[in-house]
């Protein structure tokens, strides 16, 4: 099947379809856009809003370096941040940086994300962890999943940081991204609601009981 890559700015329905920019056509819509996809900003934002009090904000940078840990690290509420801050090394020698935590409280701290970011970095600095370079980070939101998460509009499907669905506990998005995915193309090939299990909210269960949400019922 043919694929195309296009920056979306509308989408309005006809006869049953989707009407994208008045290019293409379809009779089911996935929105896997991220935080800023176009199907929930056209479809789903003016109905169902996302709350502010569930926004994360992250800082994060990749690049190569020698390592001096293999390991993988996480720093829970490190220097008074409202989430965590990760140590990843990746294949190739390159490494992955970052912090993230609920933007509402540290906005009640007086602080931005920023601001941990640089106290992290000194730190990793300070500590031999990485070279003192020239960084680059990049910033992103998404948010976490609200009591009862909207996924479907008619023919209209929303999945991952599109849904807004990371975990309550620790914004943990990966995972709810998948299975989100996966119900989807449930409910389009088996004309099923889409709907995401209530256990899934959190990241406990999963860390406990590895693989549990595969054992929950579509």
Known sequence: MPQAEHAVRHIRRENGRFVIDERYRAKYLVGAGGTHCP??????QPLYPRSENRRISTVEEEFRCHLRDTNCYLWFFDDGLPGYAWYVPKGGGYLNIGIGGKTASIKKQGKTINTYWRAFKEKLIAGGWVPDRDFNARGHIYYTRARRPVLEMGNAYLTGDAAGLATVDMGEGIGP??????????????HRPCRMPAATRYSFPEILFPGIYSLLPA
């Open 177 to 190: 991204a998948i299975q989100s995915g996966i119900r989807a193309a449930r409910a389009i090939i088996e």
């Open 39 to 44: 199907v929930y900003r056209e479809l789903f």
